[in-house]
């Protein structure tokens, strides 16, 4: 049975050796054509990121000043994952526990989370307070959403 199967596939080869050749030169064609392609949609969106990036980069204060003066309440979290992610099912992906949210300002920052909300009571400023030593102590990461009519802009720093 496998050498009739081989011996049929040989005797195809010898009826259709052209046109599988085409075949293949055409595939091969398109195939760098798509690479190309696709070398420049990356490079193209590379380059737009990096500008935003950059852009975000020399915005930051301006960001910072903007997103603030919506705030109308503040209050901590401890524990967990944070409260609050753009990303779907996220905290049940990460199986992580939620945080535990209090009004009063914690001695110490460190794995704390400070939220500011808006009037919609939406969270809009997230600060994460990682544990930090050193010069670093009392750090955070900020990420700042804003919340359009169809859409939510985040920033990350």
């Not at 009739?4 to 050796?17: F, M």
């Not at 690479?35 to 193209?44: A, E, G, Q």
């Not at 975000?56 to 003066?69: G, R, S, V």
Request: net charge neutral; charged share 35%; proline share 3%.
């Amino acid at each position: 049975m496998y050498l009739s199967r081989l011996k049929k596939l040989k005797e195809e080869e010898l009826i259709y050796p052209l046109s599988e050749f085409r075949a293949n030169k055409q595939a091969l064609e398109d195939w760098k054509k798509l690479v190309v392609f696709n070398h420049f949609i990356n490079k193209t969106m590379r380059e737009q990121a990096r500008k935003l990036y950059e852009q975000a980069q020399a915005d930051y204060p301006k960001l910072k000043t903007q997103i603030e003066a919506q705030v109308v309440r503040w209050f901590w979290a401890s524990g967990g994952v944070g409260l609050f992610s753009l990303e779907p099912f996220y905290f049940e992906k990460t199986d992580g526990l939620r945080v535990k949210s209090s009004k009063e300002i914690p001695e110490d920052s460190d794995n704390k989370y400070q939220y500011g909300v808006n009037e919609k009571d939406e969270i809009i400023i997230e600060r994460d307070y990682p544990e930090l030593k050193g010069k670093f102590k009392g750090e955070c990461y900020e990420t700042f959403y804003f919340r359009e009519e169809n859409k939510i802009v985040s920033y990350h720093f």
